[in-house]
């Protein structure tokens, strides 16, 4: 599992699965029911990208998001 602390990392991962799956940014707009333009700022990891879509985004790639807090880790596991 890789940790992402920025918006450019979280982007980072969103254009590589996009471009592993073979899709193009216009059509992954399309199928998460974003716009192009949020596509292109969410993946050069634009820090203002609403939080809602993002997760649409993910969740349309087959990007599970895990959430934790460092100290509850050791109860988590």
């Known amino acids: ?4 602390y ?3 990392s ?8 996009r471009k592993l799956q ?3 940014q216009k ?4 199928t998460s029911g974003t716009g192009l333009r949020f596509i292109i700022d969410l993946e050069k990891g634009k ?3 609403q939080i809602g ?3 649409t985004v993910l969740n349309t790639l087959g990007i599970q998001l895990d959430l934790t807090h460092r ?3 050791n109860e988590i596991k």
Request: charged share 30%; net charge positive; proline share 6%.
């Open 22 to 24: 073979k899709v193009t």
């Open 71 to 73: 100290l509850f880790q």
């Open 10 to 17: 979280i982007g980072e991962v969103i254009r590589k699965t």
């Open 6 to 8: 920025t918006p450019k």
């Open 27 to 30: 059509d992954l707009a399309l």
């Open 1 to 4: 599992m890789k940790k992402l």
């Open 53 to 55: 879509k993002t997760i």
């Open 47 to 49: 820090p203002t990208c």
